[in-house]
């Protein structure tokens, strides 16, 4: 069945008509040289035909062959290497890398952008260099001299990939549980011990060499989060000597069979701290903060993907008489189910980019703007934001794909067109990162309840004033004027939700960050129906997906009174 194509006019749209990223990039003085909209276009659309003729004919092929593991080395699938060494020595890895460590110091917006693509194109081969400027950007902030010196050049041009490596088999996402020890050596490095598992990447031979990023406890650490130190080293050390790292194995999993997922023994391997003792998670947040955006990057990707080969299958298929009609057989197309199906997905994918798009603009923001009352707005932003856009998106992604698989009827179950494929892939992304469960958890109550939900009001506030003057905002600032009220009167101390049981706000929790997708949502269709050509997404919008809104609220109140 067909591969997925970039289409650059979309991204470039979203980009620069509906978010107007030129003005916002104008007042940033380091990013200011690069608000030239035409050159940006033509980078998308660069991206568009690498990611279109190199990474998507690779797809099929990668999750029918997948990686294959032998002797503690990992062999990727036929093409796989080419096509990753072609993209570094391309230029794509170094996209806003700083230019004194051979980047081309663009906008992270333009990596989101490229990376949307990429994971629809080809979700396994992208997992290797989807963690890159997470550990770049790690190392830039919190590595040693000497650290920077010999990993920056290297990460920032893609020339070596990186891994991150936090689980284990006792401790998933409670990483306070970890217990890869670190034992101080004379020479002031650190050896360590122990295993990780769900390491995406930590064997295979797209590059030369792969950079681990460690989490582990000094000897004398307290127990709990606050106990983990983070440290760095390579598959080859400086002297191109194999590090005491070993892949123990791959695992059999039921998606994403192109990218190694590695048991990872490290036996007296030789490493550096990286940051202060103790401060492992700090440091590492950098990486799991832009990790989770890539990941609902991912699920916009996917659900493109899949919704791609299902408008294409709607086309040509013919089967009954649509409602109507006098033909014998008429396209699918025309069926009011499947057209309901293919527009859902259509306004989850116009949304999620417009969401995802600010999301990296705000990070842009925050790096860059002279202004610290405009970076404590764009950090409200990412804060908020992120955790929505990772959850609600990736579980779209899932729920979307599905939902593409049954345009096909049968042939979809089948392996011949592909869709599966799709579906398979996306499951994991509702799971790694932080499972989606803990992003609720995190927005409501992290991020929402210990500070009386001051961040999120103004948040609200924000979206309802970037609609003032926009045609038909009416409905969107109602519904988030209306959603500050249930915050203000329900949730916040002193209101019914304050005398509940403790355990009232974890059950609130994923139907809240839901309702808060939802709204963001709104707020996006809306800047799309200002833009003539994004009628159909944003009516689509407002006639398949908002209605669910109206029952997240009921869920909310009805879990607040004890039903």
């Known amino acids: 069945m067909n591969a997925y194509q970039p289409r650059a006019s979309e991204h470039a749209h979203v980009l620069f008509d509906v978010l107007r990223a030129r003005d916002t990039l104008a007042t940033l003085p380091a990013l200011a040289e690069h608000a030239d909209t035409d050159l940006l276009t033509q980078v998308i659309e660069e991206a568009g035909k690498f990611v279109g003729e190199v990474v998507a004919p690779l797809n099929r092929e990668g999750d029918e062959v997948g990686a294959q593991w032998k002797d503690g080395s990992v062999t990727m699938p036929p093409g796989f290497r080419d096509a990753y060494q072609a993209f570094w020595q ?132 307290p127990p709990g989060p606050k106990g983990l130190s983070l440290f760095v080293l390579a598959k080859f050390d400086e002297h191109g000597q194999r590090s005491a790292v070993h892949c123990d194995r791959i695992e059999e999993k039921m998606g994403l069979h192109g990218s190694p997922t590695c048991v990872m023994r490290f036996d007296d391997a030789v490493a550096e701290l990286v940051g202060e003792p103790g401060k492992g998670l700090n440091a590492m947040f950098v990486m799991m903060n832009a990790a989770r955006l890539h990941v609902g990057l991912q699920g916009i990707g996917l659900l493109d993907a899949a919704w791609q080969k299902a408008c294409a299958y709607a086309q040509e298929r013919r089967q009954m008489r649509a409602p109507g009609s006098r033909e014998a057989a008429d396209l699918i197309a025309l069926h009011p189910a499947m057209q309901r199906i293919l527009r859902t997905q259509q306004a989850w994918i116009a949304t999620g980019r417009v969401v995802a798009y600010r999301t990296a603009l705000e990070l842009d923001v925050l790096k860059h703007h002279p202004d610290a009352t405009r970076r404590e707005a764009a950090a409200r932003w990412c804060s908020l934001v992120t955790p929505v856009l990772k959850a609600a998106w990736t579980e779209q992604a899932f729920t979307g794909a599905s939902a593409c698989l049954q345009v096909f009827g049968g042939h979809g179950y089948v392996r011949e067109w592909g869709i599966e494929q799709h579906v398979r892939d996306a499951r994991v992304a509702m799971i790694y990162e932080g499972t989606n469960e803990i992003q609720a958890i995190d927005l409501l109550l992290r991020k929402t309840l210990p500070d009386g939900a001051v961040a999120l009001l103004a948040l609200l506030d924000e979206l309802h004033a970037d609609l003032d003057g926009l045609p038909h905002a009416a409905r969107a600032q109602d519904a988030l ?38 709204l963001l949502m709104a707020w996006a269709a809306t800047r799309l129906t200002a833009c003539a050509r994004d009628d159909e997404a944003s009516a689509a919008f407002w006639r398949f997906v908002w209605p669910e809104f109206g029952m997240r609220l009921n869920l909310l109140d009805a879990t607040l009174d004890g039903a």
């Open 90 to 221: 391309a230029g794509w890895p170094s996209l806003s890398s700083a230019p004194q460590d051979g980047g081309q110091g663009l906008p992270a917006v333009m990596e989101a952008v490229l990376y949307e693509m990429l994971s629809a194109a080809n979700h396994g081969w992208t997992m290797a260099p989807g963690l890159l400027h997470g550990a770049y950007e790690c190392l830039r902030h919190h590595g040693s001299e000497a650290i920077r010196a010999r990993y920056l050049g290297k990460l920032g041009s893609g020339e070596w990939l990186a891994t991150m490596c936090l689980t284990e088999p006792h401790a998933g996402s409670d990483l306070g549980l970890v217990r890869t020890r670190a034992t101080p050596r004379p020479d002031g490095r650190y050896t360590l011990n122990g295993t990780k598992i769900f390491i995406s990447g930590g064997e295979h031979d797209l590059s030369d060499n792969i950079v681990h990023l460690v989490l582990a406890r000094l000897p004398d650490a």
């Open 481 to 518: 004027r209306g959603f500050g009220s249930f915050v203000r009167e329900r949730l916040l101390p002193g209101t019914r939700a304050a005398d509940a049981p403790a355990d009232r706000a974890h059950w609130l929790a994923d139907d809240f960050l839901r309702a808060c997708a939802l």
